[in-house]
T-cell receptor, first 110, second 111 residues
Framework: DAKTTQPTSMDCAEGRAANLPCNHS???????VYWYRQIHSQGPQYIIH???NNETNEMASLIITEDRKSSTLILPHATLRDTAVYYC???????????FGQGTELSVKP | DGGITQSPKYLFRKEGQNVTLSCEQN?????MYWYRQDPGQGLRLIYY???????QKGDIAEGYSVSREKKESFPLTVTSAQKNPTAFYLC??????????FGPGTRLTVL
């Protein structure tokens, strides 16, 4: 069963920030939030993960609410190459298996 | 360059034939995985291996077989018992279970 809920699709203007929400209201204390993306006809790409603190790397930022029931992936300056399906996954860091739902299809438009 | 390679990129087979998909990694990862993806769907886990000479069934293992004789290699055989084999097949590897590195995929079509 999917542990996360994401919008089916979103649009974003090129150069603007893309904010992708994810609800995970049943997340357990030892479960992390992971984000992957999949560009059409390619393998998924790991983006970022976090437990309860906000995280930032060269690709994106991850904002997790204080109650950990939802999170937002932020692409600060979206480009056309960021057009992809974005998957939010919650999982314990040890063991378990990644469950890829249907994700959010992000379209970055000129 | 370190990474995961899958071959071939496109594969066609006749109904009733077995076919083997290759997956090789030079990342020195212990764990490797095979997923299947159907159009418009997320990924589903077929088999995974956390160490050489050991592997476990995933959610949809029926009609598939794997081997893990070397750390670098995790080939997947799609047998004639798999009723709907046409799909996009993805191989991945990881040190940590959750941070998986994926190959480019093999698109299998049964004619």
């Amino acid at each position: 069963d999917a542990k996360t809920t994401q919008p089916t699709s979103m649009d974003c203007a090129e150069g603007r920030a893309a904010n992708l929400p994810c609800n995970h209201s049943t997340i357990s204390g030892n479960e992390y939030v992971y984000w992957y993306r999949q560009i059409h006809s390619q393998g998924p790409q790991y983006i970022i993960h976090g437990l309860k603190n906000n995280e930032t790397n060269e690709m994106a930022s991850l904002i997790i609410t204080e109650d950990r029931k939802s999170s937002t992936l932020i692409l600060p300056h979206a480009t056309l190459r960021d057009t992809a399906v974005y998957y939010c996954i919650v999982n314990a860091r040890q063991g378990g298996k990644l469950i890829f739902g249907q994700g959010t299809e992000l379209s970055v438009k000129p | 360059d370190g990474g995961i390679t899958q071959s071939p990129k496109y594969l066609f087979r006749k109904e009733g034939q077995n076919v083997t998909l290759s997956c090789e990694q030079n990342l020195n990862h212990d764990a490797m995985y095979w997923y299947r993806q159907d159009p418009g769907q997320g990924l589903r886990l077929i088999y995974y291996s956390q160490i050489v000479n050991d592997f476990q069934k995933g959610d949809i293992a029926e009609g598939y077989s794997v081997s893990r004789e070397k750390k670098e290699s995790f080939p997947l055989t799609v047998t004639s018992a798999q009723k709907n084999p046409t799909a996009f097949y993805l191989c991945a590897s990881s040190i940590d279970w959750n941070e998986q590195f994926f190959g480019p995929g093999t698109r299998l079509t049964v004619l």
